[in-house]
């Protein structure tokens, strides 16, 4: 319900109006002198602030590794997320030009976001902490910090951290992933993780992550231990491994 009253807002009309004059043209239509990186990602920061809200489905991407944010920007483009604004804004963009705004994104640091009070009871905090940190065995779910790094600020190139992401955003990925809504480049390892949680897991870790405050240095790991406890086809390096 929020997602479609998102989609009817005057910002995402205005910028529906005003994007096909904007600089996310393809850069060849643009008269010259006039395809600046600054320009192009105006269109991006009415959404994706440096503040981005809290309360609603705007993912963070300050600072996110570069490989991840471009994988997201490809998973639009092809159809493996959907979110019409954003299917629509990278739909002609060519691969190029969609690395170069990762990699603009990637080396920003804003702050951190404050800690998302939860409502959510003691033993569900305690369960999305147990998942985060330990996992699961019995239900052959991996610890999040396994491929997600040890402080959970992402592991560079392509994992993204999962602090500073608001819990409703968090959920509705999970729950994107359970039902095959999102994708990610195959074999689609989140998926795999995702179809193992319960509904109640979905809302314990969400619960949890929002409640922890990222560190203000906080960066994505320059690496992390392989093989990984499963594949994860967008990751460089991650190989197939037996079966948890
Ligand atoms: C109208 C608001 C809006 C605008 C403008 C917008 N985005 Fe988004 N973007 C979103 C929403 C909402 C999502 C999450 C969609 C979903 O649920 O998967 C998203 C997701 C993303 C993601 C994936 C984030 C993640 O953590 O997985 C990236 C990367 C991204 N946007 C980049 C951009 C870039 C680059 C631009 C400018 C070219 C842009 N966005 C413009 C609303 C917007
Ligand atoms: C086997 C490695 C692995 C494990 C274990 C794992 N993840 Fe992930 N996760 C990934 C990868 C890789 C991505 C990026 C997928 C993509 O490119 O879309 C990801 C993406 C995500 C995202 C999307 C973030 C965003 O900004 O949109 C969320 C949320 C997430 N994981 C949550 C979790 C949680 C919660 C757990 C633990 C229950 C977990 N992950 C365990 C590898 C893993």
Known sequence: MQLSMLLHSPLVLALAIALPGMALAAPA???AG???????????????????????????????????????????????????????????????????????FAAQHPAPPPAQPSSAGTAALARGRQLVLQGDSGKKIPA??????????????????????????????????????????APDCMAQVAQRLSDA???????????????ADARPASGIALPLPL??????????????
């Open 34 to 104: 006039h395809d600046s990186l600054e320009q192009r990602i105006k269109a991006c920061t009415a959404c994706h602030a440096q503040k981005e809200r809290h309360d609603a489905f705007f993912p963070r991407i300050a600072g996110k590794p570069s490989g991840y944010l471009y994988n997201q920007l490809i998973n639009f483009r092809e159809g493996r997320r959907h979110y019409p604004m954003m299917n629509y804004m990278v739909e002609h963009l060519p691969d190029d030009y969609l690395r170069e705004i990762a990699d603009y």
């Open 231 to 244: 594949h994860c086809g967008g990751v460089p390096g991650s190989s197939a491994q037996v079966a948890p």
């Open 29 to 31: 239509t643009l008269p």
């Open 144 to 185: 999040c910090i396994a491929c997600h790094g040890e402080k959970l600020a992402g592991v560079a190139p392509a994992i993204p951290g999962l602090l500073g992401l608001p819990r409703d955003y968090i959920n509705a990925q999970l729950g994107a992933w359970k039902n095959g809504i999102r994708r990610a480049h």
């Open 201 to 215: 897991d979905v809302g314990a870790v969400s619960a949890w992550l929002g409640t922890q405050v990222a560190s």
